[in-house]
């Protein structure tokens, strides 16, 4: 894994934690591969050295939509060596048995089909190229059930379980998959719903990229099937 420049593809990339991500990777020089259903702004993409950036909207819970960025970032850059699964749903307020099928449908769409359809298009490439990095994000929250988020704890969750499942079957094909586990992220819209809360206690989305950058770096070349935990001040 000493290519230089490496291929990162970041989904949800439009969001906090895409942007911070983009940020971290594109300083250290990688070719980015950005994929959310909604646009990256004109203003993010100049910050990010446009020649080395492809930005495309896709449907992430569409396998065929995924298969057909994963072949034109291929088309574009040759290889990808970074897999960042960032995009993720977030609910909660309803006892288990109260919760709309919508909402089940939802947080799991959101958090594992998305995972899944990337995975399915970019580990054969990662295979015959003989290598490659990928990191999911689950939630500290996940690790035991809590009242009110049984559906978002279910389906990161099945994020951990996924991760070392892949992370088993990948090992000895020189992939490495782990997730990281934040709590709650410091953005705009999670201090807007917490105006009581001390922001200072959560993760801010710069910080939780670095962990993510260091998981996809060869540092972590011996690391396999982790849930990273990443607290802040909670």
């Not at 990161?156 to 020189?174: F, G, H, I, P, Y």
């Not at 819209?189 to 060869?218: E, G, H, T, Y």
């Amino acid at each position: 894994m000493s290519i230089s420049p490496r291929t990162v593809v970041l989904t949800g990339a439009a969001g906090n934690l895409g942007k911070a991500a983009a940020q971290v990777f594109a300083q250290e020089g990688a070719r980015l591969v950005l994929l959310d259903r909604a646009p990256i702004s004109e203003a993010v993409l100049a910050a990010l050295a446009p020649a080395q950036c492809l930005s495309l909207v896709v449907d992430l819970c569409d396998a065929a939509q995924v298969a057909v960025a994963v072949e034109q970032a291929l088309s574009r850059f040759g290889r990808i060596d970074v897999l960042c699964n960032l995009t993720g749903g977030f609910a909660m307020g309803d006892m288990v048995h109260e919760t709309s099928d919508s909402t089940w449908d939802f947080l799991h769409d959101m958090n594992v089909v998305t995972l899944r359809n990337t995975s399915r298009a970019v580990v054969p490439q990662m295979l015959r190229q003989d290598g490659g990095k990928i990191v999911n994000v689950g939630a500290y929250s996940a690790q035991r059930g809590l009242a009110g988020m049984g559906a978002y704890i279910a389906a990161k969750s099945e994020v951990l379980r996924v991760t070392e499942a892949m992370a088993a079957e990948l090992r000895m094909k020189n992939i490495n998959v782990n997730c990281v586990l934040p709590t709650i992220l410091d953005t705009p819209q999670n201090r807007a719903d917490m105006p009581d809360a001390d922001p200072k206690r959560w993760v801010s989305p710069q910080d939780l990229a670095k962990v993510i950058a260091f998981l996809a770096s060869d540092a972590a070349h011996a690391i396999h099937g982790a849930g990273v935990p990443v607290t802040g001040l909670s």
